[in-house]
């Protein structure tokens, strides 16, 4: 897999938690078909590029969108 193919994925992913704001690693799976590793690959390189922050929830990890705000200057 190489790096183009995990942010390719990320893209995929981070659209899906635009539209649903938090979505659990599984249900990820479930919604993408992805395998794990690629899942995990993806939220790691969004949670890198501070698109998304991961948390746990009942035992289950979830992603959650990060909506940025610009400032503005008055």
Do not use: D
């Amino acid at each position: 897999m190489t790096k183009n193919e995990v942010i390719s994925e990320a893209s995929q992913i981070w659209l899906l938690l635009s539209e649903r704001k938090i979505l659990s690693v599984q249900r990820i799976e479930e919604m993408t078909h992805y395998r794990e590793a690629l899942v995990c690959l993806a939220l790691g390189w969004l949670v890198k590029e501070n698109k998304i922050r991961l948390f746990e929830e009942e035992g289950m990890i979830h992603a959650e969108i990060i909506i940025s705000i610009p400032e503005v200057y008055y």
